[in-house]
């Protein structure tokens, strides 16, 4: 029998669809064989990577929460750091003034309080040690008998009192630096949003103290010289001119208005250069506490990191200088007038009275000297708060600017947001250190 050309056609499958679990022959054996290795294989990986406590596939995942014990750690969150004094990038014209004033609001009992103390001892200190000891050597000279005997007491009482209010400065001297050495430390800290208590900063303030006191003296002696010779030389200037004018009236009249030129131009000569060398020099005290330099090598890094920048910080450091002038020029004449009006009262003008005040009076006098000393001290300290804190603001604007400072004190003010302790040597980015490295924003690796 003839099946015709379909005759070796395979029998048809009556089975379709094919049953669970039944296998049918594929046309891609190989294939099926890498799928079947594949699904193994990964499917015991899977099972050997259980989801932990917070859904993370396995452990190399971020965890947001406390980091693993054992192996590596992940990511942890944190708060953003807390904003500082100053924003971390060179400084504008009005940050610089706005970190200025700030100073109060953020530290204010470091700050000010640290000022009114030091500035309060040591201002009573120097004026009643040589009142004192001049009224202990003074009063003895009466009774010293002969003019021989009087003689070396008067110059033995003039040497003690001189030698008390030197003694007096020099302990002014002391408080300033270390009222120095305070400022510099908290506006550090306040870089990079963290405030130095009042206990911290005094026991940090003497750290330095000598090296400070040192370059005090050192720009102190500069400063006297350079005043010294200039007053010395417009003698000098007029002696010259006068001997050359001969004996003519007309002349001695010219030569006479010719050294009084030349004594205003040296005079104000020698302002400029006190006033180019004080802007040259005002960032060596935070070089001194900063980077742990002496005298001499702070007042050269001060040099060059002032290099290029001299009008922007003079502009700065005069408009500063300005405000403070208008408001203690506006206080101090109130304060007289207070003053002016209290003595009016007390004893009234035209009172015909020539006899000798009481005691209640006395007393009034003694509060009004009392209150206006207590101003000038406040007024005093918040002056040099201000002047001191910008010279720090300044040094840090110029090292951010120089030394891409500001790259530093963010990754320093996030250590510190996490908890890590930032030593004042950290600033000094000229000493090498190993740093730990951050993560991203808001996380810490």
Excluded: C
């Amino acid at each position: 029998m003839t099946h015709g050309p379909y005759e070796h056609a395979p029998a048809p499958n009556h089975a379709y669809p094919p049953q669970p679990g039944a296998q049918t022959p594929s046309a891609f054996p190989q294939a099926d064989h890498w799928q079947g290795q594949w699904q193994g294989q990964g499917q015991q990986q899977w099972q050997g990577q259980q989801p932990d406590q917070y859904g993370a596939p396995g452990p190399a995942s971020w965890q947001y929460g406390p980091p693993q014990e054992q192996g590596q750690p992940g990511g942890q969150w944190m708060p953003a750091p807390t904003p500082g004094l100053f924003p971390l990038r060179p400084l504008a014209f009005g940050d610089a003034l706005a970190a200025t004033f700030r100073l109060f609001r953020t530290s204010p009992k470091t700050t000010l309080g640290s000022a009114v103390i030091v500035m309060g001892a040591t201002t009573l200190f120097a004026s009643l040690l040589p009142v004192v000891v001049g009224m202990l050597m003074f009063t003895r000279i009466p009774y010293g008998g002969s003019q021989e005997d009087i003689t070396p007491m008067l110059v033995s009482s003039i040497t003690l009192t001189s030698l008390a209010a030197v003694l007096g400065l020099a302990v002014a001297g002391v408080g300033s630096a270390l009222l120095q050495g305070i400022l510099v430390r908290v506006v550090a800290r306040g870089a990079i949003g963290e405030k130095l208590g009042f206990k911290e900063a005094w026991r940090a303030g003497w750290r330095g103290i000598w090296r400070l006191i040192g370059y005090a003296l050192l720009a102190g002696v500069g400063a006297v010289v350079l005043i010294a010779v200039g007053w010395l030389l417009i003698p000098l200037i007029m002696f010259a001119v006068l001997s050359g004018s001969g004996g003519d009236e007309a002349t001695i009249a010219g030569s006479i208005g010719l050294g009084v030129i030349f004594t205003l131009l040296l005079g104000g000569a020698t302002v400029v250069l006190m006033v180019w060398l004080g802007i040259k020099i005002m960032f060596a005290p935070s070089a001194i506490v900063l980077e742990g330099l002496g005298p001499i090598a702070a007042i050269r890094r001060s040099w060059n990191l002032s290099h290029g920048n001299f009008w922007r910080v003079l502009g700065v450091v005069v408009v500063i200088q300005v405000i403070l002038n208008v408001a203690t020029g506006a206080v101090s004449t109130v304060a007289q007038l207070a003053v002016s009006l209290g003595q009016v009262i007390i004893m009234p003008l035209g009172s015909g009275e020539a006899s000798a005040p009481d005691a209640g009076t006395i007393v009034a006098f003694a509060v009004i000297l009392l209150i206006t000393s207590a101003l000038q001290v406040l007024l005093g300290a918040i002056v040099l708060v201000l002047t001191s804190g910008n010279a720090t603001i300044l040094y840090f604007d110029l090292r951010m600017r120089k030394e891409a400072l500001g790259v530093t004190l963010q990754r320093y003010a996030e250590q510190s947001a996490a908890g890590a302790d930032i030593a004042d040597a950290d600033f000094d980015v000229q000493v090498q250190r190993p740093v730990s490295p951050t993560g991203a924003p808001g996380y810490v690796r």
